[in-house]
């Protein structure tokens, strides 16, 4: 749960960052900005603002926006109505990400672990104009360097509400208060 006032900030946040950047958003999609602070009630540490283009049942486009050192948690996307989990691209526009899969652990990784509820460890840090693609029911996380990220993701179609988290406690939906 967050407050109205959280709620607000992580808007501004949003609007002002896009703005800053230069990349542009209507007001419609000002007015869709997502605050995501998973049920876990601290949002700049373990949480995401997004704003979603388009959700199709083929594709799905959205800019993914980090405060500093805010991550998004541990999680999957499965199988849904016999379609393959989503397929994503992370592409680094403004920031630094620190990306988070499968494989050989990293030896001294530059994010800081909110909690115990996190088991990858392979490192990818992703600088503006580098991306990377997750194959479909990938386990990962990501976190944003000290300067707060703006990630656009392109996909298949998006069953958010679906997604299986390391953290049996988080929610998907947001409660503000």
Request: proline content about 5%.
């Amino acid at each position: 749960m967050i407050t109205k006032s959280e709620f607000t900030h992580a808007c501004d946040y949003t609007k002002n960052i896009m703005k800053k950047n230069n990349i542009a958003i209507t007001k419609e999609e000002e007015q869709l900005i997502e605050v995501a602070d998973f049920g876990l009630s601290n949002l700049k540490q373990e949480g995401l603002q997004i704003i979603t283009y388009l959700n199709t049942d083929r594709c799905c486009s959205k800019e993914l926006i980090l405060y500093p050192n805010q991550t998004c948690p541990e999680h999957r996307h499965p199988m849904v109505n016999n379609q393959l989990g989503k397929e994503e691209t992370f592409r680094c526009r403004v920031g630094e990400v620190y990306l988070y899969v499968k494989g050989e652990p990293t030896k001294n990784i530059k994010a800081t672990i909110p909690s115990d509820q996190y088991t990858v460890f392979h490192e990818i840090i992703l600088k503006p104009g580098q991306q990377y693609t997750l194959p479909p029911n990938t386990l990962h996380w990501f976190q944003s360097g000290d300067k707060g990220a703006i990630v656009s993701e392109f996909s298949t179609s998006s069953y958010d509400e679906y997604d299986i988290f390391t953290d049996p406690e988080i929610k998907r939906s947001t409660i503000v208060e």
